[in-house]
């Protein structure tokens, strides 16, 4: 299976952007890089997901290194509910449908 | 819609009893799996069915049994309880195993084995 490798911890400011990176050096061309978020005391929940562009939603952007070894990502505004668990995945080509969680990054967010 | 739901929200077990952990999904979803999680771990896949009938093992299927009789339920079954077994276990649904779909999960259910 595809790794990712991502910080243990980052801490951010309420209302600050804030940039979560991970590096996955060895992609394949058919995985989406997948981010998923886990409340404390909840199921993980899905963010966001991508290929090759950068995309947007609602929750956040995913900014996709043009080799695709690494993405980013960022939530533009951070607020006090945003404070989880962090998991970046890569999911679709190679993992036949199963999610590999790591141990994702811890996200504090400070008021 | 409902989403994935799953019973009960809490249980404690003693060591050699076994219960089944209920899981149901109302979107239809093909895909169905089953994740447990220790302390300060991330989720590690202990079933996965791609279809009713249709059964596999994950990364941590010893312990566990499972069936997929309707498309809806996915049920996990622990037989002989064993103290190893205390975590949280997450059930979860996607559409497909393609890289363009996300999984749903269910709220969880904390187990303790004494």
């Known amino acids: 299976d595809a790794k990712t490798t991502q910080p243990n911890s980052m801490e951010s400011n309420e209302e600050e952007p804030v940039h979560l990176p991970c590096n996955h050096s060895?992609?394949?061309?058919?995985?989406?890089i997948h981010w998923y978020r886990q409340l404390p005391s909840q199921g993980p929940e899905y963010v966001i997901h991508g290929l090759t562009s950068n995309v947007n939603n609602r929750m956040a952007s995913l900014a996709i290194a043009e080799d695709r070894k690494s993405s980013t990502l960022i939530l533009h505004r951070a607020t006090l509910r945003d404070a989880a668990v962090y998991y970046c995945i890569l999911y679709g080509g190679t993992s036949y449908g199963k999610l590999t969680f790591g141990q994702g990054t811890i996200l504090t967010v400070h008021p | 819609n409902a989403g994935v739901t799953q019973t009960p929200k809490f249980r404690i077990l003693k060591i050699g009893q076994s219960m089944t952990l209920q899981c149901t999904q109302d979107m239809n979803h093909n895909y169905m799996y089953w994740y447990r999680q220790d302390p300060g771990m991330g989720l590690k896949l202990i079933y996965y069915?791609?279809?009713?009938?249709?059964?596999d093992k994950g990364e941590v299927p010893n312990g566990y049994n499972v069936s997929r009789s309707t498309t809806e339920d996915f049920p996990l079954r622990l037989e002989l309880a064993a103290p190893s077994q205390t975590s949280v276990y997450f059930c979860a649904s996607a559409a497909s195993d393609k890289g363009t779909d996300t999984q749903y999960f269910g709220p969880g259910t904390r187990l303790t084995v004494l």
């Open positions: 069915s791609v279809g009713a009938g249709i059964t």
């Open positions: 060895t992609i394949s061309g058919t995985d989406y």
